[in-house]
């Protein structure tokens, strides 16, 4: 790789993945105790907050978390609940410890209160970040141990002529080195059913490829809502199937090797479409991807250790324990936001580069994030994060992780 290293260095965990990072989590599971949370990470390096705001039991939003509590990214979790609420914090530190990671929770009301419970949180969590500093086994990674998610956000022309084509084409290099490519948005596949089918590697995904795309439109329909927004229409977009093009861009050209449900980790290397639409229900509120923050979680869950976020726009978002590169097509976004902005995708279209070079370039970033760089929402302290009420049925066949 040019002005990259092939391997690195990165910290395998007891389930046979590699993280590339060796980070604390704290969960808070239920809006109640969001502050406390907050104030136990807060000061304390290498460790990032997450939670889910709802007092009722969510089977979505529970497995979501379960599923980032044990990311390849994740040494340690401290999990923190008022008390009142369904979900259990001493459950998710249950689930975490089999996974061979420290851990610890508690209720907030059973500690006394704010203060208390801050002084009780940062005890256990000097614990955990102790524990996960001596278990942490350094071990070599390479292209082939990463999973690697990509999301759209603020879509304008030239993510569908530059932006997307370019990750599309490094997904095509990651696949092609052993590693998972994962991309979501069904939503943003709408018109492009035939195409989509045609990537298929085999009956079967063509059969999950057409009833991921049918509930998709259904949905869509069900909520009066397609996926374009009034900055798409400001960026040059005039349909969804235009946008729809461009979105799928990101996912390269290689076969796709199955759909994924949400908190589900491929089922082994190549790419894969994740579907994060909610399944029929009598809980149907809300929009299948409120924000750009949850489809980046979805994406968490599946296991990428990075994700790429394309926006022609631009964008100031972050993400916690994945870290996020930005990634624009257009010139202007990169030279207005260049503090925000990891990858100027632009190149190509002003001939600077062509698609092969700029992918090549974007490989060696990844590499370089995954190694320790910063990426430039890491720098700035973006760690934004979103956990919604959702119901989608757990995937049909056991999931197991990758070595």
């Known amino acids: 790789m040019s002005n990259a290293v092939a391997t690195w260095q990165g910290y395998l965990r007891a389930d046979g993945r590699k993280g590339i990072r060796n980070l604390a989590l704290v969960i ?3 809006k109640c105790a969001q502050h406390v949370a907050h104030a136990i990470a807060a000061g304390e390096p290498d460790t990032h907050v997450l939670g889910f705001s709802g007092c009722y039991d969510n089977a979505y939003a529970i497995r979501l978390m379960l599923a980032l509590a044990r990311h390849p990214n994740v040494g340690a979790v401290l999990s923190v609940g008022l008390g009142c609420e369904y979900t259990q914090p001493e459950r998710i530190s249950e689930a975490v410890r089999k996974s061979g990671r420290p851990a610890e929770g508690f209720f907030i009301q059973d500690a006394g209160g704010t203060g208390r419970s801050i002084a009780k949180g940062k005890e256990s969590l000097a614990r955990l970040r102790a524990q996960a500093r001596a278990g942490a086994r350094r071990v070599p990674m390479g292209l082939a141990d990463l999973t690697v998610g990509c999301e759209c956000g603020g879509s304008d022309g030239t993510s569908g002529l ?11 290099l990651l696949v092609d080195g052993g590693g998972c490519a994962v991309f979501e948005e069904t939503v943003e596949l709408i018109g492009l059913r035939e195409v989509l089918l045609a990537r298929a590697a085999s009956g079967a995904v063509r059969a999950e490829l057409a009833a991921a795309y049918d509930k998709a439109v259904e949905y869509c329909r069900s909520v009066r809502q397609y996926s374009a927004s009034p900055g798409n229409f400001a960026g040059g977009l005039t349909t969804i199937e235009e946008k729809s093009l461009g979105a799928l861009a990101k996912s390269g050209a290689r076969p796709i090797q ?5 908190a ?15 399944d029929p229900h009598f809980m149907q509120f809300g929009y299948t991807n ?3 923050s949850e489809g980046i979680m979805d ?32 010139a202007q976004t990169f030279r207005r936001m260049q503090e925000d902005m990891d990858f100027d995708a632009s190149r190509v279209l002003t001939g ?13 970033l990844v590499a370089r994030v995954a190694a320790g760089r910063p990426s430039k929402p ?17 995937p049909s066949r056991a999931a197991g992780c990758r070595d």
């Open 28 to 30: 808070y599971t239920v």
């Open 352 to 364: 600077e580069r062509t698609l092969e070079q700029a992918a090549g370039e974007l490989r060696d």
């Open 162 to 172: 530059a932006g997307n084509p370019v990750v599309g084409a490094f997904f095509d």
């Open 299 to 330: 994406l968490m869950a599946a296991g990428a250790q990075v994700v790429l976020f394309v926006t022609g726009r631009g964008s100031v978002i972050g993400s916690p324990i994945a870290p996020l590169v930005k990634i624009t097509g257009n």
């Open 258 to 262: 199955g759909v994924l449900k949400v």
């Open 290 to 292: 409120p924000n750009d």
């Open 264 to 278: 589900e980790p491929p089922r082994g290397p190549g790419l894969w479409l994740l579907d994060s639409v909610p």
């Open 378 to 394: 890491e720098s700035l302290g973006h760690r934004e994060y979103f956990i919604m009420y959702k119901h989608q049925d757990p």
